[in-house]
């Protein structure tokens, strides 16, 4: 079964910090992977995305980094702030079809300042 | 504002009661995708347009569910008989060009059944 775990499920950090979240995937056969912004109340907005010869990817303070071979991968955030509060959500494409997205059911990170 | 936009932003509805939601997709976009999303969940496929042919549906799109693009432009999504189980945040993506490119995200409509 397709599936796409992400932790932690919810994370506190001080204003300036940095964090990583975590995302592992089962989805065969994979396309591409993308992390997600969604702000409460709004739709996602696309931060990255990877494809399976890609291991890294920087947008600003986000840098994200997939390993194809573990099914693993992770978003780097640098020097916080307050606005990046949101929930991150680890999407990974599998090949054929209509492109079906399988989401993963994000980590809510909170900034406190 | 050239984004993808939903309308209503928020619904509140009686159990049993119908409702329609509209999606307007980034114009030119050929493809045009519906989501559910429940409170602490990541979105959940419904459906899929290409044009103006429905090319997939979930098994979450229970009979009481009908979506639609007529012209291949907007699209609307019909929830019959609502039940509280259908409470959720519903979301319509769209994109152009090859399987496997960006979907762009509108702000979703949030439904409340009571």
């Known amino acids: 079964k397709n599936q796409v775990e992400q932790s932690p499920q919810s994370l506190i950090i001080l204003e300036g910090k940095n964090c990583t979240l975590q995302?592992?995937?089962?989805?065969?056969?994979?396309?591409?992977l993308r992390w997600y912004k969604q702000d409460t109340g709004r739709g996602p907005v696309s931060l990255t995305i990877?494809?399976?010869?890609?291991n890294t990817k920087s947008n600003g303070r986000y840098t994200a980094t997939l390993d194809a071979d573990t099914k693993q991968s992770s978003l780097h955030i640098t020097a916080s702030q307050l606005s990046d509060s949101a929930s991150y959500i680890c999407v990974v494409s599998a090949t054929g079809g209509y492109n079906k997205l399988i989401f993963g059911a994000g980590t809510r990170l909170a900034v406190h300042p | 504002d050239t984004g993808v936009s939903q309308n209503p932003r928020h619904k509140i509805t009686k159990r049993g009661q119908n409702v329609t939601f509209r999606c307007d997709p980034i114009s030119e976009h050929n493809r045009l995708y519906w989501y559910r999303q429940t409170l602490g969940q990541g979105p959940e496929f419904l459906t899929y347009f290409q044009n103006e042919a429905q090319l997939e549906k979930s098994r979450l799109l229970s009979d009481r569910f009908s979506a639609e693009r007529p012209k291949g432009s907007f699209s609307t999504l019909e929830i019959q008989r609502t039940e509280q189980g259908d409470s959720a945040m519903y979301l319509c993506?769209?994109?152009?060009?090859?399987?496997?490119?960006?979907?762009?995200f509108g702000p979703g409509t949030r439904l409340t059944v009571l």
């Open positions: 990877m494809t399976f010869s890609e």
């Open positions: 995302c592992n995937y089962t989805v065969s056969p994979f396309s591409n």
């Open positions: 993506a769209s994109t152009l060009g090859p399987i496997g490119n960006e979907q762009f």
